[in-house]
């Protein structure tokens, strides 16, 4: 329960943190567009540009140190959610096998009794379908998680590749 806690209060505070910094962006791109739209001097505009592109430094230096003490930790919770996830997963493989191997059992060769017991447990274990849904309609399963997973990779790839070509 204490880790539940402190994974939700690290997320929440990283989430927050990055909403502060995307309405900062916000808040410098209108400085950008609005500038050159009212009656000054052609020197306050200058100055006014001056000061949005120190401002905008500003924040890429904050977004910086930001990203130098969360990397780790985004990566961390990625590594933990995949494990959690495949373990999960497995639990309920297993626990879907359990049927199978009620079936696998010699119950032709038993008598009524037995085979209906054998029909209540498969029944009971049916009873509870325990899945974990992203929506009505899509459950998350191995497959569907290793699908984000490679789609993930794919568009990081892509981006740490155009960054390194435009630093070059």
């Not at 904050?62 to 990625?78: D, G, M, Q």
Request: aromatic share 14%; glycine share 2%; proline share 1%.
């Amino acid at each position: 329960m204490n880790v539940a806690f402190n994974v939700i209060v690290v997320d929440a505070l990283f989430i927050t943190i990055c909403y502060v910094i995307i309405a900062q962006y916000k808040v410098i791109g209108q400085s950008f567009r609005y500038i050159g739209y009212d009656e000054k001097p052609l020197n306050e505009y200058y100055e006014d540009f001056k000061s949005v592109v120190a401002d905008q430094q500003k924040l890429e230096l904050k977004l910086l140190s930001f990203y130098s003490v969360v990397h780790r930790i985004v990566l961390i919770n990625v590594v933990f959610t995949f494990c959690s996830i495949i373990i999960i997963t497995y639990l309920f493989v297993e626990r879907e096998s359990t049927n199978f191997a009620i079936y696998s059992c010699n119950w032709t060769e038993m008598d009524v009794k037995f085979q209906k017991l054998l029909l209540l447990a498969m029944c009971m274990n049916n009873a509870n379908k325990l899945l974990i849904r992203a929506s009505p309609k899509k459950t998350i399963n191995l497959q569907f998680f290793s699908s984000v997973m490679m789609t993930s990779y794919n568009i990081v790839s892509v981006m740490v590749k155009t960054i390194s070509i435009e630093n070059q």
